[in-house]
Each structure stands twice: as structure tokens, then as C-alpha cells.
């Protein structure tokens, strides 16, 4: 039996006499004990005074850079997980959703960390606001990581996927985490949690593990911290009632159960790809761990038509799932989590079975196992509801297990009508080939739904299925489903940070977000930037070009060179005519080609390549005659492999009166030697 230890203020605490047992989904035997009565208050103290200061003198990069080492480190040891993930009942599939699901999450984060995160300590929110006419005093919102602690509180369906996707934005973002994992999976959640702390890849008092109960942590949270909560709605609610953190305003964050839906559009025919990949993704997600995924789906609405046929076609799906020990290969459907699960579901399902009726109820006697009655095995099973408009309890109670209920609808205003029924979900998927059923669906049930995942024939190769909530997107929903929003790429971090509006001059703002903006002081190079490597050249940095006269000539010969002849830069008449231009003008790439000319320093030197051009917009037109002049100044600087980093400029264009006539940002990679 494993002995599962909390641990706390840096060092690991065995199980003491208020350890509780977990037992396998499978035999009922117990596998694993843990729980400890802990000092949370010196949890707590560890976190604030240790794990968040190490963590906060790492940059953005340097968190990421760890993540990156931590997912590939438990990437290395998973197979330790696969072993232990049957225990839950879940098959190997099942696990591939929670482990490698879990630890690709991490990865993504640690992509996005580099990519969309300032190598610095202060993440931009947005772009600059001009407060005033003259340009002296801007506003820029930025984002800190918070000081305190994140409480992360997971469900017990995915142990390690919980835990990873509320880690890797957490630790991004600079603050440290308490983790307590539901007790019933906890042994999964404790081995992934060891590896991360045997990898020596965390600062000391990054992460913490609480296994049982969470004693008075949340009567000591304060304004600097956060609550991390996935789980049923009543325990969120009970939670998120806790006097101490309305007080003292700590943030909530709420992941709850959700009654999730799939709409068949009214397009949809028998014979239509779209037809069988409903019926898929229905039994598939009903199935999928044994139906105990927040996002599975639990309401099928389908046009009236359709309800026999779709029916069937569930059914015959369901009634092929080979249900069974999750260790047998040809298992498709393991146990429920526990016997006290199972039974939960039995009940949910009892309380609204008046308003239901059975379409398809798996048989008990075809369960593959040793000892099928010693585990928490229960067959899928598919009912009806003939009139969705007047029940009830079928769009309240969530029985989290194997088991979904049709509905009819008349068109789609009253498809969309049952959707939103739910009172808020994780998710609802439509399938259908028509872009105004997509459109309308959208539309009329975007408010009550965290996601809409639209399927048909031409992205059901590709698509990563009704419930897979995915690191880039936003997982969440309003109102039932708990109004959070995790992940979403850089939106999941946002949790763990404070926004501030900072405003000031631009030589504030500048120091302040360690880039240069318009208005801020220009520092000469000693030579050309262009021939100075990545740390030589200093933000700020700036070049005033020689002039150039653009001709006639010029304009015509560009236009037969590149094949460009639009009326505005060959015909004056009909160019004079347009509001925008005097008469014929340069081609705004022209500008830019002649741009390139003037600032460019030609000989081999530091700058590696030009990777493209960001914001460029033309703002006055530039007839024949007019003198172009360009000013470039090093804006921002980011490391990117150990040989090269890139270089963004901005630069402006002028004309012989000093206006400016286009603006962007120009990408370079600079070498850091020479
Ligand atoms: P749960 O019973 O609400 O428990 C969730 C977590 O809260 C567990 O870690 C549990 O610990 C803890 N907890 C319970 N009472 C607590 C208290 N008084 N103080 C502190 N912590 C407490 O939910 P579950 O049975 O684990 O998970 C199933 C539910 O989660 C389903 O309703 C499902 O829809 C939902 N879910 C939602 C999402 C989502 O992302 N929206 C994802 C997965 C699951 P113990 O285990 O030790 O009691």
C-alpha cells in the first residue's frame, strides 16, 4: 500500500492518524493512504517567503525555460503514471488524456511563456494609450505577478492534468502553489507531484502538496491570493462562501460541473458524414473515462425527426463497448473511480428518471473483469426526454458516470433554447455543415456556454473532439459552470498576476516596461547598430537617415519592375480623382524598399536576417519630388537561441517637412558575437 505524504515547508510529512485510505476503482482493495494534519499557516509562510521571492527573480523566459525542463522531465518518467492510472478505473486512453494531457499542457505554456511574455518582469497588457495631445504623458497596462499564494483545489477525474494545467500558468506567471488533489485519485496526483519535486528544477517553496483535508488554509488566505477550485458546484459554492476570503477579497476561480450538449443541425441527413460523426463524438464522449469528464456530454438535441434514428445509432455504438478491467487491451470503458462514485451517479440518475426514459441501458453481465461486483463498474446508458420544455431536472443534475439524454427540438431558436437550459456550461458542440446553423447557434447560445466546438466533414479529420479543453483556448463557463475561464494561452496566467494601469512620461514608460516608445530619449551608437551584436546595442538606439528624392521616374519604374500599376501611381487624372491622393503617388512598398535602402548598413555584421515587419501603416501620401528621410530606433530586445536574439525597431518615415508618412516595426535577429 503506498503511503502517501503531504508536502510542506520543503520537506515531505508521512500520513498520520487522520490518513484516509483510497481504494482501487477496479478490486475495491485500498492502494494508498495519505493525509496529515499540517501547519498551514507555516505553509503559507513558506510559500510568501521563499517559493514566491525565488520564483519572482526568475524573468518570464527563465519560468518557462523551467517549465519546459519539468514537462520533459515527467515526459521521461510517465510510464511511472501509466502503471498507477488503472488503479482510478481509467484505460490507457483515458490516461493519455490526464498524463501526456497534462504534461503537453505544460509544454504549451512553456512555448507561449517565450513567445508571448516579455523576457523581463513586467507582461504588457495591450498597447500604449496616448493620454495627451502633446504626447508627454501615456498610459500603458501592464501585469506583476501577485505576492502572495495560489491554492490549487483539483477534482479527482484528472489527477495530474488538474494539477499540471493550473501549475504551468501559475509558476509562469512568477507565484507559488499549495496543490491539494482529491483524495480519491490522490495517489496519481502525489507521484507526478514527487517527480517534480525529485527533478530539483523548482526553487525551494514553489509548490506544496497537501493530500486529505485542507484544515484552516482558506481562513488565512488574504488579498494577494488565490483560489484555484475545480469540482462539483456545491462544494465550489461552499468554498467560495468562506467569510474569510469575501473579507479580505481573495480571488476565486471556479471550474464547476456543467451539463454539456451536443446539437445535430437541422441540415444534417441520414446519410450525411455529419450523421456518424455526431453519433461518434456522443458515445465516445460518454464513454471516455467512463463518462466522468467535466466536459462530456450530457444532453443530445437533435431536430424531432432525427430522434429515433440517432437513438439507435447511440446505442448500437454502446452497446459494442467492451466494458472492463482497464488493464485488458480490449477494454474500451473502465470503472468509475469508486463505489461511492458509482453509486452518486445511480442516484443523480434516479432523480430525474421521471422525466426520462431509457433508450438504452448497458447489461452488467457482459463487464470483463476478475471480479466485476468487487469494482465500480457501470454500462453506459441513453434515455430520452420527449418534452424538454417542461422538465427540469435533466438540465440540473449533473450524474457524473456513463450516461447522456436526448431531446428534440423544432428549429434552432428552440435548439439553442434547450442548450442554454443548463444554466451555464463548460461547453456545447454543434455539428453541422451549414455556416448559418453555426452562425445562429453562436449567436443565440454563445452567452450561456464557455466554448462552442462546430464539427462537420470538413475539419472531422483534424478536429481534437467535444472534450478536449485545450491550453490555447479558455476552459470555463458562466453561471453553473462556474464563471472561470483557465488557460486560454497568456489569459490562464492573468489569474496569477495583478493588472495596473502605470502612467507616466515616456521616458517613464519606457524604463518601466524596459522597451522604448515614442517620445522617450534616442542614445547615438558608436557605430551603426546594424554592426553592433545583440548586447551591444541599447534600447533606444537610434539612426537618423540621409535623405532621398523619390521621382517620377522612380514611381514608373517600380511599377513596371514589380507589375504594380494601380491607377494611383500611372494615371494622374483618375488618381487626383480618388479623395486620398493629390494625383499620382509612390507605392507605399516603394517607401518601403527605399526605407530599407537608406537605414541599411550592407557589410556582414551582427544582424543575421530580417523576419518580417509588424504595424505598418501609411499615413500620408508621398508624391513625386517628395524627400524621404527615415529615423530607426532599437525598441525591444528578446533572447531567443543561445546563438541569436531578435531585434525589434521601430521606424518611421518622414517627408522633407518633418511629417510623418508610415510607421512599423521592423523584426531582425542579431548575433551575439560577432
Ligand atoms: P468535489 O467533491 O466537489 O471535490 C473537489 C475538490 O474539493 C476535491 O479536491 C475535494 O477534496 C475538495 N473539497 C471538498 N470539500 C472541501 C472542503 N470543505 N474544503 C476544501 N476542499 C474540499 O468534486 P469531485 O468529486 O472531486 O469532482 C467531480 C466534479 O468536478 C464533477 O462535478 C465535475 O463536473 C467537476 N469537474 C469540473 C471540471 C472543470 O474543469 N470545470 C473538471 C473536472 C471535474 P476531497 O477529495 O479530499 O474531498
Not at 117 to 121: A, L, Y
Not at 397 to 402: C, D, L, T, V
Not at 537 to 540: N, W
Given at each position: 500500500m503506498l503511503q502517501l505524504g503531504a508536502y510542506a515547508a520543503g520537506r515531505w510529512i508521512d500520513p498520520d492518524d487522520s490518513a484516509r485510505n483510497m481504494h482501487s476503482a477496479v478490486t475495491g482493495a485500498v492502494v494508498a493512504r495519505g493525509g496529515a494534519r499540517l501547519d498551514m499557516g507555516e505553509m503559507i509562510d513558506h510559500a510568501v517567503t521563499v517559493g514566491g521571492p525565488a520564483l519572482r527573480a526568475m524573468d518570464f523566459h527563465q519560468r518557462a525555460r523551467m517549465l519546459k525542463a519539468l514537462a520533459q522531465y515527467l515526459d521521461g518518467r510517465k510510464e511511472e503514471l501509466y502503471a498507477l492510472n488503472p488503479l482510478s478505473g481509467a484505460t490507457r486512453a483515458d490516461g493519455w488524456i490526464d498524463i501526456d494531457g497534462g504534461i503537453g499542457t505544460m509544454f504549451v505554456f512553456a512555448s507561449k511563456g517565450r513567445r508571448d511574455?516579455?523576457?523581463?518582469?513586467i507582461h504588457l497588457d495591450g498597447d500604449l494609450e496616448q493620454l495627451s495631445r502633446g504626447g508627454t504623458f501615456l498610459g500603458q497596462h501592464v501585469a506583476v505577478p501577485l505576492h502572495g499564494v495560489a491554492v490549487h483545489i483539483n477534482a479527482f477525474n484528472f489527477p495530474v492534468w488538474g494539477m499540471l494545467e493550473k501549475l504551468a500558468p501559475t509558476l509562469l506567471a512568477g507565484v507559488p502553489a499549495i496543490v491539494k488533489p482529491a483524495t480519491a485519485t490522490a495517489y496519481l496526483a502525489h507521484a507526478a507531484f514527487r517527480m517534480m519535486i525529485d527533478s530539483g528544477l523548482l526553487p525551494d517553496g514553489a509548490v506544496q502538496l497537501v493530500i486529505g483535508s485542507t484544515g484552516d488554509l482558506l481562513d488565512r488566505l488574504g488579498p494577494q491570493d488565490v483560489v484555484s477550485f475545480t469540482g462539483s458546484a456545491d462544494t465550489a459554492f461552499l468554498l467560495r462562501s468562506n467569510p474569510s476570503l469575501l473579507r479580505r477579497g481573495t480571488r476565486f476561480i471556479a471550474e464547476q460541473d456543467s451539463l454539456n450538449c451536443s446539437i445535430l443541425g437541422p441540415d444534417v441527413t441520414h446519410d450525411a458524414p455529419e450523421f456518424d460523426l455526431f453519433v461518434k463524438e456522443v458515445a465516445r464522449e460518454m464513454t471516455a473515462k467512463a463518462g466522468q469528464k467535466c466536459t462530456a456530454i450530457r444532453r443530445i438535441i437533435v431536430p424531432r425527426a432525427m430522434l429515433d434514428p440517432v437513438g439507435d445509432a447511440i446505442a448500437a455504438r454502446l452497446a459494442q463497448t467492451r466494458i472492463g478491467d482497464p488493464v485488458l487491451e480490449t477494454t474500451r470503458m473502465g470503472a468509475l473511480v469508486s463505489k461511492a462514485q458509482k453509486a452518486d451517479v445511480s442516484e443523480k440518475l434516479a432523480a430525474f428518471a421521471g422525466e426520462v426514459q431509457p433508450v438504452f441501458i448497458g447489461d452488467t453481465l457482459t463487464i470483463e473483469a476478475e471480479a466485476p461486483e468487487a469494482g465500480a463498474f457501470l454500462p453506459p446508458s441513453l434515455y430520452r426526454c420527449a418534452d424538454p420544455d417542461a422538465a427540469t431536472r435533466v438540465h440540473e443534475?449533473?450524474?457524473?458516470?456513463?450516461a447522456a439524454t436526448l431531446m428534440p427540438y423544432r428549429d434552432l431558436a428552440h435548439a439553442a433554447q434547450i442548450a442554454n437550459r443548463g444554466g451555464g456550461s463548460l461547453v456545447a458542440s454543434v455539428i453541422t455543415h451549414d455556416t448559418d446553423v453555426a452562425r445562429s447557434i453562436v449567436q443565440h447560445s454563445g452567452p450561456w456556454h464557455g466554448r462552442i466546438y462546430i464539427n462537420d466533414r470538413d475539419s472531422m479529420g483534424e478536429a481534437t473532439g467535444h472534450g478536449s479543453p485545450l491550453p490555447h483556448m479558455t476552459h470555463g463557463g458562466p453561471g453553473r459552470a462556474g464563471g472561470g475561464e483557465e488557460m486560454g494561452g497568456i489569459r490562464g496566467v492573468m489569474h496569477y498576476m495583478q493588472r495596473v494601469a502605470v502612467q507616466g512620461s515616456p521616458r517613464m514608460i519606457s524604463a518601466v516596461i524596459g522597451q522604448w516608445v515614442t517620445g522617450a530619449p534616442e542614445i547615438d551608437p558608436?557605430?551603426?547598430?546594424?554592426?553592433?551584436?545583440f548586447d551591444e546595442?541599447?534600447?533606444?538606439h537610434t539612426i537618423n537617415t540621409d535623405k532621398r528624392i523619390i521621382t517620377l521616374d522612380d514611381i514608373e519604374h517600380f511599377a513596371r519592375f514589380t507589375g504594380d500599376t494601380f491607377y494611383a501611381h500611372m494615371d494622374e487624372a483618375a488618381a487626383a480623382a480618388n479623395p486620398f491622393f493629390p494625383g499620382r503617388v509612390a507605392h507605399g512598398y516603394l517607401l518601403l524598399s527605399f526605407a530599407a535602402g537608406l537605414f541599411v548598413?550592407?557589410?556582414?555584421?551582427?544582424?543575421?536576417?530580417?523576419?518580417g515587419l509588424n504595424a505598418l501603416s501609411f499615413q500620408k501620401p508621398v508624391s513625386p519630388g517628395d524627400a524621404l528621410w527615415v529615423r530607426l530606433t532599437a525598441r525591444r530586445k528578446t533572447r531567443r537561441t543561445e546563438a541569436y536574439g531578435e531585434v525589434r525597431w521601430n521606424a518611421t518615415l518622414y517627408n522633407q517637412n518633418d511629417e510623418q508618412v508610415a510607421e512599423y516595426e521592423l523584426l531582425t535577429m542579431v548575433a551575439y558575437s560577432r
Open positions: 511574455m516579455p523576457e523581463g518582469q443534475i449533473e450524474a457524473f458516470g456513463p558608436p557605430t551603426h547598430p546594424f554592426q553592433l551584436t546595442i541599447e534600447i533606444g548598413q550592407p557589410d556582414p555584421g551582427p544582424v543575421l536576417a530580417n523576419t
